[in-house]
């Protein structure tokens, strides 16, 4: 029963969980893939979005599902009406976490590409899903190397002062101390980088023949 009118906001503390029959399990089986995140982070300009996009790319070459969400294309709908200042951008990191545990649960694989600057961020990212799916991938580059590329003119305008708060000039950027992978793109090409990424996921990534944790815990649920 709906105890709000159309349009009205409410706390999520008011509604309930709706439980379904079908779940992540049954999609992920249907599409024969067990879903992850591969969440990409790193300064703007180390290469992530031209790495995602080659990744998915040769993901889909196996026959799998997958989607990439990028944090330029994301600021175009979803987040659209978040500005740059300290709270917009947690919101941005928030909600493409949020989305891209919709998706897992949809049975995806989910590329994430996202400066997503903060450890505390991904970390908030990783524990909305099931031990193993989330894979957090370092694209690392100095930021030197960042600043000489600077393909979109930011670190530029950052340096005049025209974008406050910038990650890497006067906002910090926290490396990960422990991501799954990592690629330095100051050393390697992007064909390489794929490459390892690929390499890693292949020994380690759940499957469905050795999924994540709650494939268990799903089967064994009353009914």
Not at 59 to 83: A, C, E, M, P, V
Not at 149 to 177: C, N, Q
Request: glycine letters at 6%; a negative charge; proline letters at 5%.
């Amino acid at each position: 029963m709906i105890d709000h009118e159309p349009g009205e906001q409410t706390s999520s503390a008011n509604v309930s969980w709706q439980q379904t029959r079908v779940g992540k399990v049954e999609r992920a089986r249907n599409l024969d893939q067990w879903p992850m995140i591969l969440w990409l982070t790193g300064l703007s300009g180390a290469g992530k979005s031209t790495i995602a996009d080659r990744l998915e790319q040769e993901i889909q070459g196996f026959g799998k599902h997958t989607y990439l969400l990028d944090g330029d294309n994301l600021r175009h709908g979803l987040n659209s009406n978040l500005g740059f200042n300290l709270e917009d951008r947690m919101e941005n990191v928030r909600r493409a976490a949020e989305t891209a545990k919709l998706m897992v649960d949809a049975g995806l694989i989910v590329i994430v590409a996202l400066i997503s600057p903060l450890r505390s961020q991904r970390d908030a990212a990783r524990a909305l899903v099931a031990e193993r799916e989330f894979i957090e991938i370092f694209v690392d580059a100095p930021l030197d190397v960042c600043e000489a590329r600077d393909p979109k003119g930011l670190y530029a305008m950052a340096r005049r002062g025209e974008i406050p708060d910038f990650t890497g000039i006067d906002s910090p950027y926290e490396a990960p101390l422990e991501p799954e992978v990592r690629v330095d793109t100051s050393e390697l090409s992007v064909k390489e980088a794929v490459a390892r990424i690929l390499d890693w996921l292949g020994k380690h990534a759940p499957r469905l023949e050795s999924p994540a944790s709650e494939v268990e815990t799903a089967a064994a649920e009353p009914e």
